[in-house]
């Protein structure tokens, strides 16, 4: 019998008041974010319990914050009986997620994770100079028109697929007038809505190059364990279990693309799952997952009221 995957979100899931609930109702959680404060030399948990918002949106400060919430939400489940080792067929997470899913299975500690993402989150920022580079959602087109869209778009800058999110749902990056001019021709050529991301940097494209050689770097130096359970990566849609080969596809990540659409159809077609479980903040995996794997059931896991429905549900 199947399994369900554990899934976990990327940037953009962060809100003011994220994993507060949580802290407030279980010591377990209170220990996560303590133990990221002091991993990062920061109170992050009270950047993410009372903001400001311009400050958690920062790139350094969110994707360690996301991470920091899954994580919350797993060691809530591990007091109550779940482990990911008996409960996950896979793991898998958008973008920085897959950090969050590589330490929910046990592959890098959580004060490691934490330091990698601000690592990650201060490389991608500062690889390209703000107002330089751009990312754009393309909504009504299919993955091949926008990909033939971004290469003409090109014309010499960088425009990159970024995210292939859900059918109908593509994000292009690279250089901003590139990416202006793929939201123009994805207009003419019939898409619903075309328009650019507020973001501070174009992620998942070449221009990240810098930040990839600078995770090369950070992650050489972080012991890694074999995950509990398989992680689905981002760059390949299939899994992987051997650290050297994780560590691998972390870098490439950097500059790749996310493949989400062909991951979830990887878990719940050849990976046979049938249920998948969205731990840390917001609904955005989830709302993907009804959208690629229609019969599958897609829930998220992010506050104490989640938590309890589902071991209610498990009767634990």
């Known amino acids: 019998m199947s399994k369900p995957a554990f899934t976990f979100p990327g940037q953009g899931s962060q809100a003011v008041g994220m994993g507060k609930d949580l802290a407030d109702a279980y010591p377990e959680a209170r220990a996560v974010f303590d133990e990221v404060d002091d991993a990062l030399g920061l109170k992050l948990s009270t950047i993410m319990f009372e903001g400001p918002d311009e400050t958690l949106r920062l790139t350094e400060n969110a994707q360690p914050a996301l991470m920091a919430a899954s994580m919350a939400v797993i060691r809530v489940l591990e007091a109550n009986g779940v482990t990911v ?26 004060a490691d994770t934490a330091r990698l993402l601000q690592i990650r989150g201060r490389a991608m920022q500062q690889a390209v100079p703000v107002g330089q580079g751009a990312m754009a959602a393309i909504l ?111 870098v490439e990540q950097v500059t790749g693309m996310v493949r989400w659409t062909e991951s979830v159809i990887w878990l719940t077609g050849e990976g046979g799952v049938t249920a998948l479980y969205e731990l840390g903040t917001g609904k955005v995996l989830t709302g993907l997952a009804k959208r690629i794997a229609k019969d599958a059931n897609a829930q998220a896991i992010g506050t104490a009221d989640d938590i309890a429905a589902f071991l209610q549900a498990r009767g634990q």
């Open 85 to 110: 080792a008996d409960t996950a067929s896979y793991v898998a997470g958008h973008s920085l997620g897959e950090y969050s899913a590589l330490c929910a299975a046990g592959t890098f500690s959580l």
């Open 140 to 250: 009504g087109l299919d993955f091949d028109a926008v990909k033939e869209i971004a290469q003409a778009a090109g014309q010499g800058a960088v425009c990159d697929v970024a995210n292939d999110n859900a059918p109908g749902q593509v994000v292009v990056s690279g250089d901003a007038a590139a990416v202006e001019r793929a939201i123009e021709l994805a207009r003419e050529k019939g898409a619903k809505r075309a328009l650019p991301l507020p973001v501070s940097a174009p992620f998942h494209c070449a221009l990240m190059a810098p930040a990839a050689e600078a995770m090369q770097i950070a992650l050489a130096e972080v012991d890694m364990k074999a995950p509990v359970a398989p992680v689905v990566s981002n760059v390949l849609a299939a899994p992987i279990s051997d650290p050297a080969e994780i560590r691998r596809r972390l």
